[in-house]
């Protein structure tokens, strides 16, 4: 009996009895390809639902702080790493509060930012737009610094749905390629 080569096992598989095609080697590039693709989707969405969006680096007094924004649906996550400016090691024995003020300049939220592992982090709901100046105080033994930044988050639309607009059309083209293969396959009989 002979060795089958297991690089092409499962394309060879999925080509002949789920598709129903035969056994040519463009179609078990395609179906390679398209379990390749859909391996690189799943892996790669749910890291996009994690780091967020770079609203602030930089130096801010004797600290490094660099602040991220995800919106996760309804809900805010804001974290905050602060550094030593002069090692660029964590710095955790700070106290950090977030003041939130409007486009127009009313008051939206003052928010204490709890230390979670080495960042701070908060986490609360909020409006489908936010458009806020943040100002994000910071209180230590090495002194007060306070960052500025503007915080603009629109409405989400989820990591989900361009992957699967991704995955549809990747699998229009590759059932439309086999279809055209399977056609091509009865004529030549």
């Keep these: 009996m ?4 297991w690089r092409s096992f499962a394309p060879r598989v999925m080509c002949q009895h789920l598709f129903g095609l035969t056994d040519s080697r463009p179609a078990r590039q395609i179906v390679a390809a398209l379990l390749g693709t859909l391996t690189g ?35 805010l ?34 928010w204490p930012v709890p230390l979670a592992g080495l960042r ?31 915080l603009v988050l629109e409405p989400d639309i989820g ?6 607009v991704a995955l549809a059309v990747l699998g229009t083209v590759v059932g439309g390629h086999m279809l055209r293969h399977r056609v091509l396959a009865r004529r030549r009989r």
């Design 120 to 150: 701070y982090e908060l986490v609360l709901p909020i409006p489908d737009r936010v458009n806020w100046q943040v100002e994000l105080r910071i209180e230590g033994p090495l002194g007060p610094a306070v960052v500025q930044h503007r």
């Design 159 to 164: 990591w989900a749905a361009p992957s699967l």
């Design 41 to 75: 989707l799943l892996i790669a969405a749910p890291l996009l639902a994690h780091g967020g969006t770079l609203v602030f680096s930089g130096r801010a007094g004797p600290y490094d702080v660099r602040a991220d924004a995800l919106r996760e649906g309804d809900r």
């Design 77 to 110: 996550d804001y974290s905050v790493e602060v550094r030593y400016a002069d090692s660029g090691e964590y710095y955790k024995q700070a106290t950090l509060t977030l003041v939130a003020t409007g486009r127009d300049g009313t008051a939206v939220g003052t």
């Design 2 to 5: 002979a060795r089958r080569q």
